[in-house]
């Protein structure tokens, strides 16, 4: 149907991505045009999970680094999306990106902070090992009443699917929503508890108060 | 707003291009020519351009050049081309004479002055008014003077014969006859000779179109125009200006007068809008103005321009209207298949049992509508597979893309610290590791828990605290404590 710029109403789709950052210490044998300065080599992106192919609904991916990066906003329209490089320093990136004019909306831009040094419980450790280091977050896109040619672009192959087990590819997965979701009832269940003790204390503080008001 | 921008304004110097940035590469022209003195100080002044314009001012006369033998003026004999006579006469001409053409033998130029035989006179040009030999006479004089109607006009003196009358012939008058006559023998030669004219032929012959009663008057406006006095024209000056301005005035009475037509046309009430004159009255009407409203948001339905006022949808309708919605209902959950069913049941009832719904049509269209919708996304997505595609159905739903991670709701920052205290104890990260729809939504509940928590503990305190009061206030008067 050619009226795909019809919007639907009442409905909401997601579909889930990660974005961060990997970065890796430049051993001795790099090329000479890296400057002397340089310590590691990065690479910024943005992917779908379970490596899912997001080039059907992003049209592009704007990353802005530093300005003493030559052409510092990179641009990238095709997948992968991400940007490889070398520098000395952790800085904040913006992400923007940009949908598939079919979906009729606007960009969204999203911070990441260039993680280049061991952080963690196990700093020391992947110092010396020289591991690479990682920093992603998971995000999910919320389309709120999208147009008909975005809603059949999502649905044409299921994307909202996360992975059920947890691995050092894919770290964010139903197993880790679960944990999270468990974190969150215990705390929840926490906090029910010390409202009802605390409600019952306050009963028997009015009592009192009552009691020592009629005296 | 560049870097080199801001330091340009600011006079600084420019910033040293750091290990990543190359340097602006910047053409520059390396001529192999060498630049001596002025020259050399110029192009450093002026740079890489020279000026666009250069200005010569020849202020002094050329130098005259005192070497050259002067060259010879002859007294030569000459014609002029444009005499019909052999007159020769002489001037002086410089150096040798060449017997070219006479330089101002070109400016005569002669007008077309048509010649006519007697047998075209006798076909078409009589008037009773004109003789042939006077009309001979006029073209003579036309020939004469080259059309020039104002010489023409004073040398005319015609010397009438005998039995002729003698008259004076104005300047409208000649023109009036020649253009008459060049006229009817245009006509007649086109006739006798068959071939019909050039457009050129056309132009000419309705550029002699001669009204001289016409022109009498032109000419009368235009004496009487040159001979205003200043008084009378600003007095035509003011009259004008008057005279627009009356016009604008009018102009805007008549869009004024429109406005108020149609301002009085809009809205005619069905009912009456007595009931609503009570500030009761006018409560009720503000409350159904409010909740049609609402509904009409729920349903998505864009707001009717002048929907015969809220009196259209009054309250005593609501019984019937009620009745119908509950009808079109039923007759719309026959249509729908699949998980939308409950979903939309249960909000179609719920709207239903307002106090005050909207006219039946609209009603049912936005029921339509959103039906329309239900049955598009069925068709394509199996119920049980909403998951996959993390489909979600909600009721109000601003337009527009967002990440779930933006979206989480945040308090007021005093009260936003102690959250995050508490959350801190309980174990629970400030940024979310997974913001999937289910950790959102439990997140957001947990924090209104934690709110919750917040104001009992307050509350909690606040007794404690007067229990403390009136304990060590006691056993004194009771008129302390509170």
């Given at each position: 149907m050619s009226s795909g710029s019809k919007r639907l109403k009442n409905l909401q789709i997601c579909r889930p991505f990660v974005y961060g950052n990997m970065a890796v210490p430049l051993k001795e044998d790099r090329s000479p045009d890296i400057p002397p300065d340089h310590t590691h080599s990065w690479t910024v992106f943005l992917k779908g999970v379970n490596g899912d192919d997001l080039s059907s609904f992003v049209k592009r991916v704007v990353f802005k680094l530093h300005e003493t990066y030559p052409n510092s906003s990179r641009s990238i329209e095709?997948?992968?999306?991400e940007v490889t490089e070398t520098g000395w320093g952790e800085f904040e990136i913006s992400i923007r990106v940009y949908f598939v004019p079919e979906a009729s909306e606007k960009n969204v831009v999203m911070y990441h902070h260039l993680k280049l040094h061991p952080y963690g419980p196990e700093a020391e450790q992947q110092k010396s090992d020289g591991a690479t280091v990682t920093s992603m977050q998971y995000d999910e896109f919320v389309f709120s009443e999208p147009t008909e040619s975005l809603f059949e672009i999502l649905t044409k192959k299921s994307g909202a699917v996360l992975p059920a087990q947890k691995s050092t590819m894919v770290p964010f997965s139903t197993q880790s929503e679960n944990e999270e979701l468990d974190r969150l009832s215990d705390a929840q269940s926490k906090v029910q508890e010390n409202i009802r003790r605390l409600t019952e204390r306050i009963h028997v503080l009015e009592q009192e108060k009552a009691a020592l008001q009629s005296l | 707003m560049s870097s080199a921008d801001i330091r340009d304004m600011l006079d600084l110097p420019s910033q040293v291009p750091s290990a990543g940035r190359p340097p602006p590469a910047k053409r520059i022209k390396t001529d192999g020519k060498k630049l001596d003195g002025i020259h050399r100080e110029l192009h450093n002044l002026l740079g890489e351009n020279t000026h666009a314009v250069t200005v010569m001012q020849n202020k002094f006369k050329e130098k005259p050049n005192w070497m050259q033998k002067p060259s010879p003026w002859v007294w030569t004999k000459f014609k002029n081309q444009a005499r019909k006579d052999d007159l020769e006469l002489h001037h002086w001409v410089r150096g040798t004479p060449t017997n070219d053409e006479y330089p101002f033998a070109k400016f005569d130029k002669q007008v077309d002055v048509p010649t006519f035989s007697k047998e075209e006179y006798d076909k078409g040009l009589a008037d009773t008014a004109w003789t042939p030999r006077e009309t001979e006479y006029l073209f003579d004089l036309c020939r004469e003077y080259d059309l020039r109607w104002l010489v023409i006009q004073d040398r005319y003196d015609y010397e009438p014969e005998e039995d002729e009358p003698r008259s004076i012939r104005t300047l409208e008058d000649l023109k009036e006859r020649y253009y008459f006559c060049c006229r009817k023998i245009m006509e007649l030669r086109r006739d006798a000779s068959g071939v019909d004219w050039t457009p050129r032929d056309l132009e000419l012959y309705n550029a002699m179109n001669f009204n001289k009663d016409k022109e009498i008057m032109r000419k009368q406006y235009l004496e009487r125009l040159l001979s205003r006095s200043p008084a009378e024209i600003a007095e035509e000056e003011r009259l004008i200006l008057e005279y627009r301005r009356l016009q604008e005035s009018s102009k805007k009475l008549v869009q004024d007068r429109e406005e108020l037509l149609r301002l009085l046309e809009s809205p005619q009430t069905a009912n009456s809008f007595a009931q609503y004159q009570s500030p009761q009255g006018l409560s009720q009407l503000a409350g159904n103005i409010l909740a049609s409203d609402k509904n009409r948001r729920r349903k998505g339905v864009p707001e009717p321009p002048a929907q015969g006022g809220p009196v259209a949808r009054a309250v005593p309708g609501t019984p019937n209207s009620g009745a119908h919605t509950q009808a079109v209902v039923q007759a719309q959950q026959g249509q729908v298949a699949g998980v939308q069913n409950g979903v939309h049941g249960t909000k179609q009832t719920q709207l239903a049992g307002r106090p005050s719904v909207q006219a039946a049509p609209a009603v049912s269209k936005a029921e339509l509508a959103q039906s329309a919708t239900a049955k598009k996304v069925v068709k394509r997505v199996p119920p049980g597979e909403e998951n996959h595609y993390g489909i979600s159905y909600h009721d109000k739903l601003v337009q527009g893309v967002y990440l779930r991670s933006t979206k989480i709701s945040t308090l007021k920052p005093t009260v936003q610290t102690k959250v995050a205290s508490i959350l801190a104890e309980l174990g629970i990260a400030p940024k979310l590791a997974m913001p999937t729809a289910k950790v959102c939504e439990r997140y957001e509940a947990l924090q209104q828990a934690i709110n919750l928590l917040i104001e009992t503990k307050k509350q909690a305190d606040k007794l404690d605290h007067e229990v403390k009061v009136l304990t060590s206030a006691n056993p004194g008067p009771q008129s302390d404590t509170k």
């Open positions: 095709e997948p992968p999306f | -």
